[in-house]
């Protein structure tokens, strides 16, 4: 079992920069791919990066590519989500998850409750 909490959201400029974190709870975090995903008013939950359990491989979406870094710290048991050049289409709930790998979210196994970004123009 693995609880996930993310922090870090808020509201923010066009053009500016978050960083996501995602603490997990539970025994053995380091063997979990994570990944995050987005969920904007009524629209569908979509991928936005995503990092294998060694951080040795990355994935992005093509719309936060160059934008967006995921990275973890399995010491911490934290994933990361740094965001630069926020554009107004960002604003989302974020939400991380576990247990997963790559991009399809239905292969997720363990959610967090999300955390709002909204970027003004």
């Known amino acids: 079992q693995v609880q996930l909490v993310e922090s870090g959201g808020g509201l923010v400029q066009a053009g500016g920069s978050l960083k996501l974190s995602c603490a997990a709870s539970g025994r053995a975090f380091s063997r979990y791919n994570m990944g995050w995903f987005r969920q904007a008013p009524g629209k569908e939950r979509e991928f936005v990066a995503a990092i294998s359990w060694s951080g040795g491989r990355t994935y992005y979406a093509d719309s936060v590519k160059v934008r967006f870094t995921i990275s973890r710290d399995n010491g911490k048991n934290t994933v990361f989500l740094q965001m630069n050049r926020l554009k107004p289409e960002d604003t989302a709930v974020y939400y991380c998850?576990?247990?997963?790998?790559?991009?399809?979210?239905?292969?997720?196994?363990?959610w967090g409750q999300g955390t709002q970004v909204t970027v003004s123009s």
């Open positions: 998850a576990a247990g997963g790998n790559g991009s399809d979210s239905i292969k997720y196994v363990y």
